[in-house]
């Protein structure tokens, strides 16, 4: 493997602003992404109070079905002492959703090894699974590469109620038969049939959305010592009852110090991540009907659609004796979070930061700091036959990145053309419209019906000048399928649609090609934290 860094144009204002203005995290953050803020954060952390004990008996009762490694163990018990937590969080995608969810966790992983070693105390990586998100359109599709082009294979089961990913069940058939049509089409290689086996083996196993994703990663991860926590998983729920009668408590506040906040955001143009407003409970409640949104009216907390209408007395009752009835919004989860665990950072992608940046004062309303924020690490996976197909153009990643390698198709397609062909079709085309026009001349006293007829003939034969025009494209194009297969390679693996790979392609595609030694071998990497995009040269 090799590893290169690429400085692309950041084209996210917030992102920008976030690697670049100090004036912009004082603003919106804590502690700017530097080293000086990790002594100053433990210090914070170490007069805080946590559950610990109870934190680490609900993290291994969720992850004992996945299976323990002796290093998950190890963070667990170090977590039920005095360690402190670099966390990150994803959907639970099919597939374990787009590589970017990976990416995420390497970062988890390396920042979490890092500060262990530069801070001298444990520091343990925990990956937290947004299993209360009830969006199953955003997780339910795989992208896989043909010809060129990104293809959506979307799983098809309907499900009538919004139940969060960790409630809901799929069916066992229809996910094995997805599966086998998706790990089709990456191709057959020596890896492909254990590889199938033991996602196949993950979809028996499991049930839920959930599940079958946290078993995908606890096996790429499991050397690593990775923790993971469902955030809908009901004794974590029990756990956080304390937690949400203070968001209950302190709910209209919250509101108040978002909404404003995400104005500020929002007069810098940086846009309304959360769409804040003030008479919101940034809390959900798990209706039969599933998960709908709680707002505050007249001191109670409602939702219009279902004609539910808590007091506040109710809900902090709910709260003690049915938290699982419970669940965070966009605006509470990461608060939730900061209570349940020591957070030294926090990895993030863009879309998360930016919504982040709204909290600021919702997390000193409950007596907290947020923790340092650390942008995930970007990065472009480049096999082995896309690195030749570079060579062999006198391309290089960047080069497709910016839309050169486009231009350039587009270029050597012109390139291509016969013009010497163009041009007797052309002059062929000149001359016929000469000649009808004559004969037009000739017959112009007659009926108008012998005008149509003229019309119509002349209208055929362009239609048929245009055919051979059409033929004689497409058999120079054959002619060069080659060369033109590989600019499709090069844009279809690297920037399909001229979005980065990560955020389609499912790492299973690579881990098909290069086999289950892959996610240890990106590990090894000495990757650096500094907001620029890695190549990997596989």
């Known amino acids: 493997m090799k590893l290169e860094s690429l400085a692309l144009p950041e084209s996210n204002k917030v992102m920008q602003s976030y690697n670049n203005d100090t004036d912009f995290l004082h603003t919106f953050f804590d502690y700017g992404n530097e080293e000086s803020a990790y002594p100053e954060r433990l210090q914070e952390l170490a007069g805080r109070t946590y559950e610990r004990t109870q934190l680490a008996d609900t993290i291994r009762s969720f992850m004992e079905p996945f299976g323990l490694s002796d290093r998950a163990r190890q963070h667990i018990n170090e ?27 390497i970062t988890v992983i390396l920042l979490a ?55 809901t069940v799929y069916d066992t058939d229809k996910l094995t038969a997805f599966v086998k049509e998706v790990v089709s089409k990456f191709g057959e290689t020596v890896y492909t049939s254990n590889l199938l086996d033991e996602v196949l083996t993950a979809v028996t196993q499991e049930k ?68 804040a407003e003030v008479d919101a409970a940034n809390l959900f409640y798990v209706h039969e009907t599933g998960r709908v949104l709680l707002s505050r009216e007249e001191g109670h907390f409602v939702n219009t659609s279902t004609g539910l ?48 940046a709204t909290l600021k004062e919702a997390f000193h309303q409950l007596g907290m700091k947020m923790p340092i924020i650390v942008p995930r690490m970007s990065m472009t996976l480049v096999a082995r036959q896309v690195s030749q197909a570079l060579d062999v153009r006198s391309f290089a990643v960047e080069d497709v990145m910016s839309g050169e390698l486009f231009a350039a198709r587009e270029s050597f397609i012109d390139g291509l053309q016969d013009e010497h062909v163009n041009e007797a079709i052309n002059e ?16 112009k006293d007659d009926s108008a019906m012998m005008q149509g007829v003229l019309d119509k003939n002349l209208a055929f034969h362009k239609k048929q000048l245009d055919y051979l025009k059409l033929k004689s494209e497409e058999s120079i194009l054959l002619k060069h399928d080659a060369a033109l297969r590989a600019f499709g390679l090069l844009e279809g693996e690297l920037f399909p649609g001229y979005v980065l790979q990560e955020r389609l392609y499912t790492p299973y595609s690579y881990l098909n090609s290069y086999g289950p030694t892959l996610i240890r071998e990106l590990l090894t990497l000495p990757f650096e934290m500094d907001g620029k995009h890695k190549i990997v040269y596989l």
């Open 79 to 105: 977590l039920a002492e005095d360690a402190v937590a670099v966390v990150g969080g994803q959907q639970a995608g099919i597939l374990t959703g787009p590589l970017y969810s990976v990416h995420k966790a």
């Open 113 to 167: 090894k890092r500060k262990r070693e530069a801070l001298g105390v444990p520091v343990v990586p925990v990956f937290w699974v947004a299993g209360e998100d009830h969006d199953l359109n955003e997780i339910n599709h795989v992208f896989t590469q043909t010809g060129g082009q990104a293809v959506k294979n979307q799983y098809r089961e309907k499900f009538i109620l919004k139940t969060m990913a960790s409630d």
């Open 208 to 275: 839920t959305f959930t599940g079958f994703f946290v078993r995908l990663m606890n096996g790429l991860f499991q050397d690593e010592g990775l923790l993971f926590i469902d955030s809908a998983y009901k004794p974590l729920r029990e756990m956080e009852k304390n937690y949400f009668s203070r968001l209950i408590e302190h709910s209209s506040q919250v509101a108040e110090k978002v909404s404003a906040k995400e104005a500020v955001f929002a007069e810098n143009g940086y846009g309304s991540p959360i769409g």
């Open 309 to 356: 209408r808590f007091s506040e007395e109710e809900m902090q009752r709910i709260a003690h004796e049915e938290p699982w009835l419970l669940s965070n919004n966009v605006a509470t989860r990461p608060l939730m979070q900061d209570m349940v665990f020591p957070v030294l950072a926090f990895v993030g992608g863009p879309g998360e930061i930016a919504y982040w």
């Open 428 to 443: 062929t085309e000149q001359l016929l419209k000469a000649q009808f026009e004559k004969i037009a001349a000739v017959v």
